[in-house]
């Protein structure tokens, strides 16, 4: 058996705002819960409620911009530029640019949507 796997399929997480993710490794693919490594596609106005994941997430943005709204303050990653948010920081991730945003997603543990602790209400798309 080997010692490696190549992965041809990830997982398509069905969204209902307009992102890609597909999950290449992690807890929907692999059954991997140290890691999730992802890749995605955030269309031009695109945003996520605030929230404090329970998970280390590494971006590295590809194509386009990515901002984030890190406990108040607003911060823009650009293609070729990275960023670490560590776990229980609040955080909101948007795309507020014209062009779509293509970046990888790591987070470890691996992504779990129940402990993203994602707020309801509170949004900020400027």
Request: proline share 7%; glycine share 4%.
């Amino acid at each position: 058996m080997a010692k490696y796997k190549i992965q041809k399929n990830p997982f398509i997480v069905p969204t209902t705002d307009g992102k890609s993710i597909k999950e290449h490794f992690g807890l929907a693919t692999t059954n991997t819960k140290e890691i999730s490594i992802a890749h995605m596609v955030a269309p031009s106005g695109w945003s996520e409620p605030f929230q404090t994941p329970e998970f280390d997430e590494y971006t590295i943005v590809i194509k386009g911009k990515k901002q984030f709204n890190i406990e108040g303050e607003k911060l823009v990653i650009s293609a070729g530029e990275s960023i670490f948010v560590p776990k229980n920081t609040r955080v909101q991730y948007s795309n507020p640019f014209l062009e779509p945003c293509e970046y990888i997603a790591i987070c470890t543990p691996a992504f779990d949507i129940t402990k993203a602790n994602r707020e309801a209400d509170e949004m900020d798309f400027s």
